[in-house]
């Protein structure tokens, strides 16, 4: 990886992610060790699309280092609104801040705005591109739950426009995983996507229907289907609600499955799922905070 920015989980190699998470893990046993070791860091999060984890795990991050924040806060008080450039937004934020983390609808945002700034970059989603810091937390969740030997993993939903999805498929070719994509016809992971993995060597499968892959998963990665990203509302209608997961299907599954979804989670998850051994999603965002706590003290 280069350590100046993270646009791509592309970028990483297996060593790379493994630094990650083992300091991840050092940090998440003794977060009192590096409470200063950040003092003087400011933090520049510029958020062109809505977030909760994402946005306040950073922020959180950052604050448990000892640095700050500094918030361009909603698109409709910024700027942004009287017709501001990304390029022009980040070039002034580079001279109050010493990273900035960037989430934009277009895909390729982030690429764009690393270019035009000397401080690192961190893509925190663009469109319905990549999200690889999201990924580094799913791989956490996944090594501590699951473990990567003889990992057999099921990904389902929007695999079209789901950007963890991207990111974390990419990822997951360090690993040797078997892979399992579940969704409708009509939102397969991309073919660009497609073409990298088999580039990759990654082992990959396609389903329409859950259930003929269910009993074999190690884990199940459920994501909610982006209606913003929808270009039809009518088709994200009859397609929302079909790919979900409840008790009853569950049964069908390893006692030991882990079900994580990045969240938010709309109706792809059945809420009595979540007091079950299976629910890790919860766990899986409160993640976030330790694994950007290490990509932060590894890039600043
Ligand atoms: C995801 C995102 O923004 O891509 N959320 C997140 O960062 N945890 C998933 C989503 O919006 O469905």
């Known amino acids: 990886m280069r350590h100046d920015y993270l646009i791509s989980a592309k970028q990483l190699s297996r060593g790379d992610i493994e630094a990650v998470l083992d300091r991840a893990a050092e940090i998440a046993d003794d977060p009192g060790a590096v409470a200063h070791s950040h003092d003087n860091d400011l933090l520049g999060l510029l958020f062109f699309e809505p977030s909760t984890r994402t946005k306040m795990s ?12 500094v918030d361009m806060g909603s698109v409709e008080s910024s700027s942004v609104k009287k017709g501001e450039s990304l390029a022009d937004t980040v070039r002034v934020i580079e001279g109050y801040t010493d990273a900035i983390v960037l989430r934009h609808p277009s895909e390729g945002a982030a690429k764009l705005a690393s270019e035009f700034v000397d401080v690192p970059v961190i893509n925190a989603g663009d469109g319905a591109g990549q999200h690889p810091t999201q990924t580094l937390l799913d791989l956490y969740t996944i090594r501590e739950n699951a473990g990567f030997d003889d990992l057999t993993i099921g990904i389902m939903g929007d695999l079209k426009y789901g950007r963890t999805v991207h990111s974390l498929a990419h990822a997951l070719t360090n690993f040797d995983a078997s892979q399992h994509f579940i969704s409708p016809e009509s939102l397969r992971l991309p073919r660009s996507v497609r073409y990298d993995l088999h580039e990759a060597g990654a082992q990959v499968r396609e389903h329409t229907d859950i259930e003929n ?12 289907i982006q209606r913003e990203r929808f270009p039809d509302e009518n088709e994200y209608r009859q397609i929302a609600g079909e790919y979900r997961i409840d008790a009853e299907l569950l049964e069908q599954a390893k006692d030991d499955l882990t079900v994580m979804h990045p969240l938010p989670r ?8 979540d007091e079950t051994e ?13 694994v950007r706590m290490a990509l932060l003290d590894s890039i600043l």
Do not use: S
């Open 58 to 69: 950073f922020d959180t991050a950052m604050k448990r280092l000892g640095g700050d924040t």
């Open 213 to 224: 892959v269910l009993e074999a998963l190690d884990v199940l990665y459920v994501t909610r």
């Open 266 to 273: 709309v109706d792809e998850i059945a809420p009595e799922i």
């Open 278 to 290: 299976y629910a890790t999603y919860f766990e899986q965002a409160h993640n976030g905070v330790p």
